[in-house]
């Protein structure tokens, strides 16, 4: 992905799109659904400033509850897992790094890059799963839907990003 | 002082994080009925275990009022029931009925639960009543209260252990209600800040009420059972419009001492609300 500034507002508004119309409405066997959206979110530049982050991690959570009628349900989850962007860059990237670059398979290898958005990915649908049920009345329904549609959504974030790899290389 | 502001404003991605997360909380409470009604059911479990300690306290300072009250409420009770079996002995010699119709179906319509009011507002322009009963003791919304006195409000909240009673010195509760004798009916509506009094509404014009005229609840509705003691009129009525009357109603119940009260939970409510609804949809 180019960091040009266009071109990351049409990757927004993109995802944003994708997730109101196409992934909000899959509930694969009743229970996941795929919330790609914080892709963007991954990746952002290594040393963009944190407060940028969380508020375009806010901004695009709230935008997707604009459209999708959960109010406030995504902003929440996605303005703790931009939170967490930093601690997992931290903890799950090589340290030979130079100062600026874009996470992707091709700057952190397949392992850290699966670990990196993994983490991050955990936090965003665990937030997002337990606002929504909202209580732990029933925690293994609770549990199944977190864990098939964190499943789900690491897929296609791999995904995602294997294209996103063939797109840089040509 | 320099250090604090240095501290400050390198970690203030803190700040500006539990800011975001403190506005999508705000969204997701405002906006989603589902969770609202559990942040509610929470806050409202919260409050009463304050509120419980207190009214617990107390409860023993009221003791001897209560008392007497219950005693005073007993004696009544017991002479209207002597007084009726003396009219039953008399009426069954002389109109030698041989058996009565079993309708007892009929007076189980409604059951009462017993409750106590551990926080209440008379001040306020739309008051709440906190009670110790909740949805574990089977109170649901919806239900009507009263106190021995006369009515009190209804249920509109619960939590598992307390629930929350809009008022009748709360504007948005209109019970509706009638003049004993004349059968006719209108919402008794709180305007006045005064706890003392309230108005019943829309009265047909053509009907003379006398001062000291007794109100009581209509029983239209499934909240309330017909006869709950309201009130007496108090002012002779007042032209609102072109069609109805208002009277004012000095309300029996004293809010400002209000401790005792009593649920009603109405056994065929369902039932008769599905009536409703068929009934309204078969219009349509």
Sequence with gaps: MSSKWYHQILFFILLILLQVWFFSRIHLFNFAT???????????????NRNVVLLLSFLLGFFIDLFGYTMGINALASTIAGFSRYYSLQLFTPKDLPQKYTPSVQTLG????????GFILLIHEFVFFLVETFSLFDPVILLIRFLSSFVLTFILVIVFERFNFNFQKE | MRDLINFIFKNIHWLFFFLLV??????????NEFQRSKYLAFKTEIIGKGHLVSSYVNSYLGLRETNQKLIRQITEQESLIQKLQQQLAELSVTMKTPTFIDDSARFEKYEFIAARVINNNVSGVENLIMLDKGSNQGVENDMGVFSLEGIVGRVIHTSPNFSVVISL???????????????SFGPL?????DPRYAYLEELPRHVVFHIGDTVVT???STVFPEGVPVGVI??????????FNS??????????TLKEVFIVKMNNKEEVQELENTFETNVE
Excluded: H
């Design chain 1, 110 to 117: 397949s392992t850290f890059f699966q670990r990196y958005i």
């Design chain 2, 234 to 243: 108090t002012s002779s009525e007042k032209q609102t419009n072109d069609n």
């Design chain 2, 247 to 256: 009277v004012k109603v000095k309300l029996f119940t004293n809010f400002i």
């Design chain 2, 169 to 183: 010195l709360n504007p948005k509760f209109r019970p509706s209600c009638k003049v004993v004798g004349d059968n």
């Design chain 2, 189 to 193: 509506i709180w305007k006045e800040r």
């Design chain 1, 34 to 48: 795929p919330l790609p959206y914080i892709y963007f979110i991954a990746k952002l530049p290594s040393n963009m």
């Design chain 2, 22 to 31: 403190f506005i999508s909380s705000f969204l997701i409470i405002n906006n």
């Design chain 2, 218 to 220: 209509s029983g239209y």
